[in-house]
């Protein structure tokens, strides 16, 4: 018996055989030397154009949550600040040991 029969005959879990798939397999690397030769691969020219079609990217939203981050922090010391200078304003201590 050939060992090459038993493998045309096998089904994946889709009910392929596996002359079916390669000729998938086949036809799919046909479509991509084409679209490679046409100059329309997806590797560089996608992210390139992503790259530069899109101005909010990493380093642009870093530095936008950033200075988000330094005025919370600044608004929220100077309310504190304010707040303490308030209170001792309003309950000042009298210290009679000396």
């Known amino acids: ?46 992210r390139m154009k992503a790259r530069n079609g899109n101005i909010i990217d990493g380093s642009f939203l870093s530095f936008v949550f950033a200075v988000a981050l330094i005025v919370i922090l600044s608004v929220s010391v100077y309310a504190f600040y304010h707040l303490y200078h308030a209170i001792l304003k309003k309950f000042p201590s009298h210290h009679t040991e000396l």
Do not use: C
């Not at 493998?7 to 991509?32: A, T």
């Open 1 to 46: 018996m050939d060992e090459s029969a038993p493998l045309n005959m096998e089904k994946d879990g889709q009910g392929e055989s596996v002359d079916e798939l390669r000729q998938r397999l086949n036809h799919m690397k046909r479509m991509m030397a084409e679209r490679q030769a046409n100059g329309m691969g997806m590797e560089d020219d996608g």
